[in-house]
């Protein structure tokens, strides 16, 4: 078992009020590809495997994909394609490697893994605790029946697409007027406490008024602003409210490539262009 399995699907929408946040696949694009690919609905949960070191077999045969960080999967010892329905025979063993780009691999099972929903979903919140707990060793989960057939849907994208977007954040008069251009013209690094609640920047300070503000619902993506004036950038575990002020807001197209910076990897931000068309 590497460092973190855990259940994910689209997240826990519609609760935000009440102090429960989003969660689900932190790479949502990815973990959509590995469903379509084995025949599952778009609500279908599936397990986030975070640098590695899965090992699982199933009862029964089903088909599985494997998507995200390019992890390498062996079923039965023997190399398995990334990005594709692949038949796992019942009692065999899937293992997924370490990746050499990325962080976080997606497998989905034709079918679902069909632990019990809380509050309409299977995610697990590594912050609250709500959710199914991480997957540990020796688990058996259920899955469910099998909706719709495997097929090879479409490519699996690059493991990076470039540079992040950036969009204005809502508490502009706590920075100062460049502070989009200092976020897009500084380099940053990702810092080893980041998790799936925040991605934490290293690199420039970011001069900021001092103080708080009253907390207040913060949006996926918020890029907020402690005192120290080092940016952190609200994942899917983040909490309901918030104190520090938000000078950015990361477009939700490009989050994916957030869920799969490893510590240490440069994190290149640019402005975000007006919308076309």
């Known amino acids: 078992m590497g460092p973190q399995v855990l259940v994910q699907d689209r997240g826990r929408f519609g ?6 946040p989003r ?4 790479d949502g694009p990815a973990a959509a590809l590995a469903n379509r690919l084995v025949g599952n609905g778009p609500d279908a949960a599936v397990l986030e495997v975070l640098l590695g070191g899965l090992a699982v077999s199933a009862t029964d045969a089903c088909w599985v994909a494997v998507t ?3 992890a390498p999967a062996r079923i039965a010892g023997v190399a398995v394609a990334h990005g594709q329905p692949v038949r796992l025979p019942a009692g065999a063993e899937l293992t997924l490697g370490a990746p050499a780009i990325g962080m976080r691999s997606y497998l989905a099972v034709g079918g679902g ?4 929903p809380l509050l309409g979903s299977r995610a ?3 912050l609250a605790g709500v959710g199914p ?3 540990a060793v020796g688990d058996r989960l259920p899955i469910g029946p099998a909706v719709g057939v495997p097929a090879a849907l479409d490519t699996p994208r690059p493991p990076s697409a470039g540079a992040v977007r950036l969009l204005p954040g809502p508490h502009p008069a706590w920075f100062a007027a460049d502070v989009l251009d200092r976020l897009a013209e500084a380099a940053w690094t990702a810092a080893a406490a980041s998790d799936r ?4 920047l290293e690199g420039a300070v970011l001069d900021r008024r001092s103080g708080e503000l009253p907390s207040e619902g913060m949006v996926l993506g918020a890029v907020q602003v402690p005192p120290d004036g080092r940016p952190v950038v609200l994942l899917a575990d983040h909490g309901p409210t918030g104190g520090y002020p938000v000078a950015a807001v990361i477009h939700p197209d490009d989050l994916w490539q957030l869920a799969q910076v490893r510590p240490g990897e440069r994190v290149t931000l640019r402005v975000a262009g007006p919308a076309t068309g």
């Open 113 to 116: 893994i069909a632990v019990a």
């Open 15 to 20: 609760y935000a009020h009440l102090g429960v």
């Open 23 to 26: 969660a689900g696949a932190l």
């Open 68 to 70: 995200g960080a390019r």
């Open 124 to 126: 697990t919140d590594t």
């Open 197 to 200: 609640v925040g991605l934490r």
């Open 133 to 135: 707990a991480p997957v």
